[in-house]
């Protein structure tokens, strides 16, 4: 398991050090704007969805047709791809919170508001339910049908918002009032996330290479 995880994180360096350098653009973005939470989303988002990038390379490489022929449960392949997502989402906190927390230091943001905790864990949670979709989608149709499902994603909050925007105060006041739960959001999210493994290891077992 360890060995697989090694290996992904071995194909997706290179991406991850050119994604770098938009981090970098955001980060004065964010400082000028007294804004840490474009930076937190960013990085979050860019970091998590490595694991998908892992994916990618995989099929580029046809790296499943050899992967089937070693001693390795199929169960594990698709396992390791999860527990990078979840891996990568450490690092991306590990990085981003100390980075948000010196920009509303020195700026004229709260940084112990509620506001933030809340978006917090909703940004987490996003995360994890976002991945837990598109993982065993690219899984099953590869990496072309993916991305156009990932760019459909896209629009839909947008759509969604269009089609809600006169039930929006009734949603907000909705929110509002799960404040007190939005703690346990991160923990649902992973718990998606690990259903979602179930079903795609089921997908994975299925197909032929």
């Known amino acids: 398991m360890a060995g697989l995880i090694l290996k992904d994180l071995m194909s997706i360096q290179r991406q991850i050090k050119a994604q770098a350098f938009l981090l970098i653009f955001f980060l004065f973005i964010s400082i000028f704007m007294q804004q840490g939470l474009i930076l937190f989303t960013l990085i979050i988002f860019i970091v998590t969805f490595q694991a998908i990038t892992a994916l990618t390379y995989d099929e580029q490489s046809n790296w499943d047709k050899y992967a089937n022929t070693l001693p390795i449960s199929k169960g594990d392949i698709i396992l390791s791809k999860y527990i990078l997502s979840v891996l990568l ?49 690219y899984i099953k149709f590869g990496s072309i049908k993916g991305r156009m499902f990932l760019i459909a994603l896209c629009f839909i909050p947008s759509i969604l918002f269009n089609l809600l925007k006169e039930y929006l105060p009734d949603i907000t006041l909705t929110l509002s009032n799960l404040k007190q739960y939005m703690f346990f959001a991160p923990f649902a999210g992973l718990l998606i996330l690990w259903l979602s493994s179930l079903i795609s290891t089921a997908i994975y077992q299925r197909k032929e290479f």
């Open 89 to 137: 989402m450490l690092f991306g906190l590990i990085l981003a919170l100390p980075i948000v927390f010196i920009i509303h230091r020195f700026t004229n943001n709260n940084w112990a508001s509620a506001e933030f905790f809340l978006t917090f864990n909703l940004l987490v949670a996003l995360a994890f339910c976002m991945l837990a979709l598109l993982l065993p989608i």
